[in-house]
Structures are given as C-alpha cells and as structure tokens.
T-cell receptor
Framework: AQRVTQPEKLLSVFKGAPVELKCNYS??????LFWYVQYSRQRLQLLLR??SRESIKGFTADLNKGETSFHLKKPFAQEEDSAMYYC??????????FGGGTRVLVKP | GAGVSQSPSNKVTEKGKDVELRCDPI?????LYWYRQRLGQGLEFLIY????????KSGLPSDRFSAERTGESVSTLTIQRTQQEDSAVYLC????????????FGPGTRLTVT
C-alpha cells in the first residue's frame, strides 16, 4: 500500500526567506510524485510533477528515491505563496494518494 | 473551457437522510475521481471511474456510499442514511485518461450532517 507523509501541518516564514515543505512516501514500485496547491478560496490545482523536472512559480522539487522523499523548495518565499500544499503519489491503480497537507504562511 | 463543476456547493442535511452530490467533469476527460476531505485532514480517495465503469471502489467507506457515472459525463455520489461523520468536503476530479495523474479538481461540495 502507498502512503504519503507531510510532517509539518504549518510552516510560517517571512517574505524573502527560503521555504521547504517536506514530503516522504512509501511505495514499493516506481511512483510518480506531485505537489498540488490550494490558494484561499480557489480549487486544488497541480503545482508541479517530478517527471517534468520543472520550476513553477520559483518552486522546485527533487525526487530522492533513496530517502523516499519529494520535498518542495523555494529560495525566496513571497506573500502570494501562502496556501495549502499537498504532496501526492500516483501509482498503479490510477488514483492519487495525498498527504495530510502543509499550510504555508508567508509573513510580510 | 469550463473546468470541473460540482453541485450543490453546500448541503446541510439531517442525520439519516440521503444526499446526492453531482460532478460534471471536463469534456473529453474519461477518468473521474471522488475524494473526501474531512476538516483538517488530507484528501481521502473514494472511487475512480474510467468511462462509466468503476475499476476502483476501494475507498468507499461503507455500503451507504455509492456512485455512478453516465458514459464519460456526469457522476453522482450518493450517501444513504447520512451520519455526522459523513460531514466533509467532497471533491471531484477528472483527468484525460488512465494513468494521467494530472487531475483537475472541482470546487467541492461541503456536506454538513446535523
């Protein structure tokens, strides 16, 4: 069975500071990992996926299979980054398994 | 084009009543998913449709929960004899097809059972 763990429920940082959201997963096969984001009063949306190896809105995430982690990082947080972030794992069976979410608050 | 829509946006019902939640996926998306999000918790998978068949119903919490889908279109999630623990936001998502993990989410239906 697959499992996704986001150990931090809340991350509070000042604008311009780095932010890192932790995500660990358990899955015996080759997973696909995603970060989804939900801004206030908006619907959940895809932020980035590991297979794209892209940077979106300044965020990057690297899949570390040895540590079974997919941490999300941004070197300089902005106030508009304040949101709820969910790490998700896609594996056999088509469904996504989500972590519990991390609320990010960027203070001015 | 239009995104995933869900109705109603809010539903308050009395314990023991049945409720139906509706999801309209993005046109052309063959895969459709239902999730539940309880307050302060992550998303919990309920059921997955490919076309109008449901190859994965593993997340339905009890036989009070059922879902159907008409072709590659509308889906309804029905909860019979609602209980207070059913209170949650029910989210629907769709994607282009199997193993296309980029899922597009609807705004959700907030269900409150009193």
């Amino acid at each position: 069975a697959q499992r996704v763990t986001q150990p931090e429920k809340l991350l509070s940082v000042f604008k311009g500071a780095p932010v890192e959201l932790k995500c660990n997963y358990s899955y015996s096969g080759s997973p696909e990992l995603f970060w989804y984001v939900q801004y206030s009063r908006q619907r959940l949306q895809l932020l980035l996926r590991h297979i794209s190896r892209e940077s979106i809105k300044g965020f990057t995430a690297d899949l570390n299979k040895g540590e079974t982690s997919f941490h999300l990082k941004k070197p300089f947080a902005q106030e508009e980054d304040s949101a709820m972030y969910y790490c998700a794992l896609g594996a056999a069976g088509n469904k996504l398994t989500f972590g519990g979410g991390t609320r990010v608050l960027v203070k001015p | 084009g239009a995104g995933v829509s869900q109705s109603p946006s809010n539903k308050v019902t009395e314990k023991g009543k049945d409720v139906e939640l509706r999801c309209d996926p993005i046109s052309g998306h063959t895969a459709l998913y239902w999730y539940r999000q309880r307050l302060g918790q992550g998303l919990e998978f309920l059921i997955y449709f490919q076309g109008n068949s449901a190859p994965d119903k593993s997340g339905l919490p009890s036989d009070r929960f059922s879902a159907e889908r008409t072709g590659e279109s509308v889906s309804t999630l029905t909860i019979q004899r609602t209980q207070q623990e059913d209170s949650a936001v029910y989210l629907c998502a769709s994607s282009l097809g199997p193993r296309r993990y980029e899922q597009y989410f609807g705004p959700g239906t907030r269900l409150t059972v009193t």
